[in-house]
Structure formats: structure tokens, C-alpha cells
């Protein structure tokens, strides 16, 4: 199976699934593919069992195996999924909440990996699964910040009050760059290639989060100047693409947070300064390209994230560090949001924000990206394991509760 037959492979269940999704179940599309995904993983693996002379199902997991998940993630959809969702933000509103979203994206981000891996550790020794401390605070990094393509697509599927909305956005589409930095120095002393410096770790955050997000903003406010000085949508439907993929690999080259110069470039993009440059029928063919973009990707790499099952080991003696997992991380999830619900409860009147921002911060593809970086080991497989456990619980439960829940908040008194 060559790569353009397993992509062609891919969008067909996207488009089939999408279709049944729409026509029987009502869910969320991203859960609806994440669901998809698992089900064919599951597929595949009862086929094998019961028909083991079979080649071709082996063959075909085989294949799957090999997918480069991380590349995929991070050096072919993130650059587009960020710029399609940083133009949903609202930026007057994000400028009015810049203290709350780098709080929660930087100090949130760090206590969570406190509380997560020291718990995680303590609980792994209780059931006398072998995890060191320092394994255990890698876990934590990779699944502290929350995804900006699962938040994103959750949020905007229901009408929450612009505060609460612009904190969950903006926090998820700039916490990965801490989070990121943090993974990097702690997966160097647990593997014994470097030693943690908080200073260094702290100006790395500085350099390349700043850097990035003045890169990407001062790239799109050129490329709006541009888009004003002519008329013609294909061309500065063009543009949009070069943006997008020109500031996540050039400030990538330049050691930038990739990530956060094209949420930067996409922000500014989305603004009313953007929709003033474009003129005719620009703006509704650009925002309805990247409209079709964001549901697109969004859909297959959820579908992805189903299928990856097929690549993550399980054993049965590590079931009870797992479950342990999804209520430890939640738990963090709840104590750093807590401050910022009291506040925002008490100086705006918010209904029961600790219990939306706690339960809105989903965990997606890059902590599996992430995850599937580490290098093989003895612990390996158990953080793969784990994360899977509460990426997969994180789409799906949260995923699937969090608009009902907060239709029930907005009723009650």
C-alpha cells in the first residue's frame, strides 16, 4: 500500500463515517472519528485473532505500525489546524485576558506536572509498578498542556460566555510551548542526557514562546498589507497557505516556537484589520477555505488517533496505574483552574466556572505525539499505554459531555 493509498484509505472512512455520523448518531465530529478509529483498530485485531492465515490483516497492521504519527501531527496538519483555529479568537477579548491565559498556559501548566507526576508516581508505587520519579514528571509535561485542536473543536460547538471561551482557546493554543520545553528537560534527565535548570528551562520558554508570537504577528501584519493592495480571492486564498506554512517552518528554522508564531499570524489574521483588506468576495472564500480546512483535518486526524491503538502496548498488570491515570489528571486539571473559577465567579458573575474551565481542558494528538517521541525503554510503552488511557478518555467522555454540561449550567440558578 503506497502513502496515497493509505491517505485515499483514510478520507474514505472520514467521508463514510461522517456521512453515518450525521444521519444516525449526532456526536461531536471529532469524537465520532476518534470512535471510528477505535473501531477499526478493534477490527483489525479480532480479524487477526480469528483469521491468523490470513496475511493481508497482519500486512495491513503492519502498514499502520509504520505510520510516522509525529510527523504527521507536527510537521504536516498542526501548522494548518493552529491557524484555522487561532482565527476563531477573539483578539480584543484575548488582550483583555492576556494575564489569565499566560498564568494558566505558564504556572497552571507547571503546577499540573507537579501534581501529576508526583501522584503518578506514588500511585504506581502503591501498585508496585516499577516507574521512577523522574518518568513519572515526563508524563506529566506531555499531558499537562491541553490540546488547542480538541479544545478548539469542542468550544466551538457551544455558546459559552466570551471570557470562559477566550481563556480555554487561548490557554491551549499557547500552553504547548511550555509544556513542550518542559517535556524536552525533563525526558533529558530521566534518560541521563542532561541535567533540569529551571533558569535555562524558564529563558527557553521566554525566547521562543516571545519570539515566536512576534515573528508570527509581524509576518501576517505584512502579508494583510499586501492583501489590501489588490482584489483577487485566489491569490489571497494563496496567501493564507504561505502564511500559515511559512511562519511554522520558518520560525521553527529560526529555534522559534513554531506552534506559537502561526497562532500569533493566525490571530491577527482573523482580526478586523485582516477583513478590512479583503475586498469582493475575498473574506467569504478565504474564511470558508479555512472553515473546510479546520473540519477536514480535524476529522482524520482524530480518525488517526483511533487508528493508533494498533501501535500502543497494553498489559494487563498496568490496568490499575491507567484508570488511576484519568481521575490523577483530572484532579490537576481542577486545582490549577480553581483560583481562576473563584475569581471569575465571584468579580463576573460567571455560573460554575472552576467546573467548566476543569472539565473543557481536553488532552488530544500532540501529547501522543509527544508520548511516541520518548526513546525505547522499559518505560516507554507504560507512558504510551497511559497517555493513550487519557487522551481516548479525554476526547470521548469530556469530548462528548462537555456541551450538555454546560446547557445544564447555563439553566441552573
Do not use: C
Request: proline share 4%; hydrophobic share 60%; aromatic share 10%.
Amino acid at each position: 500500500m503506497t502513502p496515497f493509498e493509505l491517505v485515499a484509505a483514510l478520507m474514505t472512512v472520514v467521508a463514510l463515517a461522517g456521512w453515518l455520523n450525521v444521519k444516525t448518531l449526532h456526536l461531536p465530529h471529532g469524537v465520532a472519528m476518534l470512535i471510528a478509529g477505535l473501531a477499526g483498530a478493534g477490527a483489525l485485531f479480532a480479524l487477526q485473532r480469528l483469521f491468523p492465515q490470513f496475511e493481508g490483516w497482519r500486512e495491513l497492521s503492519d502498514y499502520i505500525n509504520r505510520i510516522d504519527f509525529v510527523t504527521t501531527v507536527t510537521g504536516y496538519m498542526l501548522a494548518f489546524l493552529l491557524f484555522a483555529g487561532a482565527m476563531q479568537v477573539d483578539l480584543g477579548e484575548m488582550r483583555r485576558r492576556w494575564f489569565s491565559v499566560s498564568a494558566l498556559a505558564t504556572l497552571g501548566v507547571a503546577g499540573s506536572i507537579l501534581i501529576v507526576g508526583t501522584g503518578l508516581w506514588l500511585i504506581a508505587g502503591w501498585l508496585g509498578v516499577p516507574l521512577p520519579l523522574s518518568w513519572a514528571l515526563v508524563f506529566g509535561a506531555l499531558i499537562s498542556p491541553t490540546d488547542p485542536v480538541a479544545v478548539l473543536a469542542t468550544v466551538r460547538l457551544v455558546k459559552l460566555s466570551k471570557t470562559l471561551q477566550v481563556i480555554l482557546q487561548g490557554e491551549a493554543l499557547f500552553n504547548d510551548g511550555v509544556g513542550i520545553v518542559a517535556f524536552m528537560a525533563l525526558l533529558a534527565l530521566a534518560t541521563g542526557a542532561g541535567e533540569v535548570s529551571p533558569t535555562r528551562a524558564v529563558a527557553d520558554v521566554l525566547v521562543q514562546a516571545l519570539g515566536g508570537l512576534v515573528f508570527g504577528m509581524a509576518a501576517s501584519w505584512l502579508v494583510i498589507r499586501l492583501m489590501g493592495t489588490l482584489d483577487d480571492f485566489a491569490v489571497e486564498v494563496s496567501m493564507s497557505i504561505a502564511l500559515a506554512m511559512g511562519t511554522y517552518a520558518a520560525a521553527q528554522a529560526l529555534h522559534l516556537s513554531g506552534a506559537i508564531a502561526v497562532v500569533g499570524a493566525g490571530m491577527l489574521f482573523g482580526g478586523t484589520r485582516a477583513k478590512a483588506a479583503m475586498q469582493g468576495r475575498t473574506e467569504a472564500y478565504l474564511m470558508g477555505f479555512w472553515i473546510l480546512v479546520d473540519e477536514i483535518l480535524n476529522a482524520l486526524l482524530f480518525l488517526l488517533l483511533g487508528v493508533e491503538l494498533i501501535a500502543v502496548p497494553f498489559y494487563a498488570h498496568q490496568i490499575g496505574l491507567l484508570l488511576a491515570a484519568i481521575p490523577l489528571v483530572l484532579i490537576a486539571r481542577f486545582a490549577v483552574v480553581l483560583p481562576w473559577g473563584a475569581y471569575y465567579r465571584v468579580r463576573h458573575s460567571e455560573k460554575r466556572p472552576t467546573l467548566i474551565l476543569g472539565w473543557g481542558g481536553l488532552h488530544g494528538a500532540l501529547s501522543l505525539a509527544l508520548a511516541l517521541t520518548i526513546p525505547q525503554g522499559p518505560e516507554r510503552a507504560l507512558i504510551l499505554s497511559i497517555t493513550y488511557a487519557v487522551v481516548a478518555f479525554s476526547i470521548t467522555v469530556q469530548g462528548l459531555t462537555f456541551t450538555p454540561l454546560v446547557k445544564w449550567v447555563q439553566r441552573s440558578r
